[in-house]
């Protein structure tokens, strides 16, 4: 082989174009890796908030809605963290791991909302409450405000601990 067919020969050009491609090309693979971590990691906390709100529509008019005197008493807290556990952990125990990583109870809150919403439909048959005032629909609110977002690329110090991914989910309060 002379100096001539050396410098003619075009066997390595397609290995020299990916070596000068591939430090646009890393990034790419990179930024759409973290995009669907992303994507992923807040549809999977807006799935688990609309599955407690859902869980807690169904309990019983009178463990959400509990009348007290006046109003109404504040939501037991067996019961709050039941909606909280399965909010967080798909089953109401609380066992297994959390939907997201680092997610935890205090994360999640749970409030309910006993003032007039609707009062017909299928709420015009919840009678009245021991004061003899009408009972009307209930709304529960499962929030999870401020949730960690665990970064796959998070060792690279591309993205810190400190951004955080929020949901939440309203559901009248049904009995079913």
């Not at 005032?133 to 960690?148: H, K």
């Amino acid at each position: 082989m002379t100096l001539r067919d050396f410098i003619n020969d075009e066997s390595g050009s397609p290995a020299a174009e990916f070596v000068l491609s591939l430090p646009m090309i890393l990034p790419l693979i990179f930024v759409a890796m973290e995009a669907g971590n992303f994507f992923w990691s807040q549809q999977k906390l807006v799935e688990s908030v609309r599955n407690g709100a859902r869980y807690a529509a169904r309990l019983s008019y009178t463990e959400v809605c509990n009348p007290s005197g006046s109003g109404y008493a504040p939501i037991a807290a067996a019961l709050e963290t039941k909606i909280k556990n399965l909010t967080r952990t798909g089953n109401t125990a609380g066992t297994g791991p959390a939907e997201l990583p680092g997610w935890t109870n205090a994360q999640v809150t749970v409030s309910v909302d006993c003032g007039g919403f609707v009062s017909t439909g299928i709420f015009d048959t919840l009678g009245s409450d021991s004061g003899g005032n009408a009972r009307t629909g209930a709304v529960v609110t499962v929030a999870a405000p401020s949730v960690p977002y665990f970064s796959i690329l998070g060792a690279l110090g591309v993205i810190n601990s400190s951004y955080r991914l929020a949901a939440e989910s309203h559901a009248p309060v049904i009995g079913v």
